[in-house]
């Protein structure tokens, strides 16, 4: 198989064949290609992509909004393996400053409240896990981690930091008490399979947290002002599926997910953030906590 495009006619939510075209830019149109040869620092294969457009289309029937027209699965490997920039990608993790680590720690000690066990009695899939930070963060605090991840480069540093790591999810039940999927649903050609896959995965009553970037606007700002390069939900090539927190919440509801609010994590010091983001959270945001049933 050689790099291309492949299609995708039908909603990637809910099958629907009634969906309307937002935006239809070809590659080789000057303003994207520079935008591309630009973010991937001359390592995308621009002449492999000068047949096919960056097209954009809304679903009529759940609103969803998705790239109808992505790379194949060798284009997929080409793009996630040598077009994104590896090292920048590693150091950009290395280099982070302490609010990350917080951060991380954070959504650990949420979980730990979630879970009502031992740590070392509840197990963790880290789906789509990347470098391995969050699941090493994860395995620091006592839990019992795995990491899922199809990149080479990525598993091989998670595995040197001692996480466990597997590049296929267990045929058998597995029973996990949680899968986390930061950033990773929006880069899945075929979301509805991954989500079945990961639910198969869970022990009755298993909490998911999936986090994916907030399209909320994009479809009209899409359609009323045409593309641009800040609309990082729907970003050319990799950003295929561009949830708003209605669309996530359906698309979880089908695979038997109820979403649920954690517990209110408010603090004097910093009182009015913490309301401000409790309120984001319960109301606005795309990332959400589920439980399966
Ligand atoms: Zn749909």
Request: charged share 25%; hydrophobic share 35%; glycine share 8%.
């Amino acid at each position: 198989m050689s790099i291309g495009f492949q299609q995708r006619e039908r909603c990637p939510l809910c099958d629907s064949g009634n969906n309307r075209l937002l935006c239809d830019i070809a590659y080789s149109d000057r303003r994207l290609a520079n935008y591309l040869e630009q973010f991937y620092r001359g390592r995308v294969a621009l002449d492999l992509l000068q047949s096919a457009s960056y097209r954009v289309a809304l679903c009529e029937d759940c609103g969803f909004v998705f790239q109808d027209s992505i790379l194949n699965d060798k284009g997929m490997q080409a793009l996630y393996e040598d077009w994104i920039d590896q090292e920048q990608s590693l150091q950009r993790k290395q280099s982070a400053d302490s609010t990350r680590y917080r951060q991380y720690a954070g959504q650990i000690q949420t979980l730990a409240g979630l879970l009502k066990r031992r740590p070392d009695q509840s197990r963790i899939l880290d789906y789509g896990m990347g470098w391995g930070y969050w699941s090493r963060m994860a395995q620091a605090h006592g839990f019992d981690v795995v990491g899922f991840e199809l990149s080479k480069q990525r598993s091989e540093h998670a595995r040197q930091m001692g996480i466990t790591v597997i590049d296929s999810l267990p045929a058998t039940e597995a029973g996990f008490d949680f899968v986390y999927a930061n950033q990773v649903f929006e880069h899945l050609p075929d979301p509805v399979q991954a989500l079945q896959d990961i639910c198969r995965q869970l022990k009755p009553g298993g909490i998911v947290y999936l986090r994916v970037p907030d399209g909320r606007g994009v479809a009209a700002r899409l359609e009323q002002q045409g593309w641009s390069p800040e609309l990082e939900a729907i970003h050319p090539l990799e950003h295929i599926n561009c949830f708003t927190r209605k669309t996530l919440q359906g698309f979880a509801s089908e695979a038997g997910l109820k979403p649920f609010n954690p517990p209110l994590r408010l603090s004097w010091g910093n009182l009015w953030d913490g309301i401000r983001r409790e309120l984001a959270d319960r109301l606005l945001t795309t990332h959400l906590f589920f439980r399966y049933q």
